[in-house]
Nanobody
Framework: VQLQASGGGLVQTGDSLRLSCAAS????????MGWFRQAPGKEREFVAA????????SYADSVKGRFTISRDNAKKTGYLQMNNLKPDDTAVYYC??????????????????WGQGTQVTVSS
């Protein structure tokens, strides 16, 4: 499956953005989906994940209550709604698809397919 992330941009503290992840060439609903981010000079870190058919979601503590992950399998698209953005949220955001076991849902090794990333910059 191929993934294309979009929706990033330059916003101010407190603003909102919605990222999208469009899938092609494969069965999107066969995979769990995750969002990760990587800031300059830092490791790629887990943001959020959602199981194949939605319902069960997981979030990093740093984004709980502000970000919401969702998916529309009919449209082969996943989303990350980001509210109350902070400068620390500045990073390149990547969507990923795979079949992680529960213990790997927040680990990059749990995902087989990756999008190209979309830049999110939050100014103070």
């Amino acid at each position: 499956v191929q993934l294309q992330a979009s929706g990033g941009g330059l916003v101010q503290t407190g603003d909102s953005l919605r990222l999208s992840c469009a899938a092609s060439r494969g069965s999107f609903s066969a995979y769990g989906m995750g969002w990760f981010r990587q800031a300059p000079g830092k490791e790629r870190e887990f943001v959020a994940a959602i199981r194949r058919y939605g319902g069960t979601t997981s979030y990093a503590d740093s984004v709980k209550g502000r970000f919401t992950i969702s998916r529309d399998n009919a449209k082969k698209t996943g989303y990350l709604q980001m509210n109350n953005l902070k400068p620390d949220d500045t990073a390149v955001y990547y969507c990923a698809a795979g079949t992680p076991i529960l213990s790997e849902i927040a680990a990059t090794r749990g995902y087989h397919y990756w999008g190209q990333g979309t830049q999110v910059t939050v100014s103070s």
